[in-house]
């Protein structure tokens, strides 16, 4: 696996015609058309597809979007870009903080139902974490902090809302193997439009016991 910092001035935005969270969401996939099989509707068929990223806003007058991806990235046109492997021992560690930006949902009835408060974000979180991500997260030690509706068309035109929170706090690790595989696929849904990217940095071993 792959860490990458793609670094766009105004002037490549412009360049690029990112107008919009849905013109992140082509910048980024144009990076990995080579390695990526992509659906007709622009989505990956698989969503352990390879490719994650977080838009990390404009710092100095630059856009940074991080992506973590199963093979480099291509041929840049515009903008800049540093790389590098992902160390095995980053995996090595107990406890970490994180920040991830996610879509948080539950299927009720049949149907997707948005988690839009806070206290039942967070809720969620720390129920599909020990259920599902090979982590444990206290609930006094999450947080909100921030969230938006991402509303783009699609490349047929058609209307799009996604609700993304992002998310704060610190994990410990419960199962290595399966903590691993959740930073290398993402958490939950709408990877491919800047959700489920794991931000991590290592805490002392004993950070949450």
Not at 141 to 158: C, H, P, Y
């Amino acid at each position: 696996m792959y860490a990458s910092v793609l670094k766009l001035s105004v002037m490549d935005l412009t360049k690029l015609k990112v107008a919009d969270d849905y013109g992140i969401h082509k910048a980024v996939y144009g990076l990995f058309s080579d390695s990526l099989e992509v659906s007709v509707e622009g989505r990956p068929r698989d969503e352990n597809y390879g490719v994650l990223y977080a838009d990390r806003g404009v710092k100095g007058g630059i856009r940074e979007i991080l992506m973590v991806s199963a093979a480099l990235p291509g041929t840049l046109t515009y903008g800049g870009i540093e790389s590098k492997r992902i160390p095995e021992h980053l995996f090595d560690h107990k406890c970490y903080r994180f920040e991830v930006a996610v879509n948080p949902t539950v299927k009720r009835s049949g149907k997707v139902v948005v988690m839009m408060r806070a206290g039942d974000v967070c809720d969620w979180f720390v129920k599909k974490a020990g259920a599902e991500w090979g982590f444990e997260v206290p609930r006094s030690m999450i947080e909100v902090a921030d969230s938006k509706m991402m509303v783009f068309k699609d490349r047929r035109g058609n209307d799009v809302s996604i609700w993304k929170v992002l998310v704060r706090g610190a994990l410990k690790v419960v199962d290595r193997e399966r903590f691993k595989r959740t930073f290398c696929g993402g958490v939950g849904r709408a990877k491919g439009f800047g959700c489920g990217l794991m931000q991590v940095t290592p805490l002392r071993r004993n950070a949450l016991t």
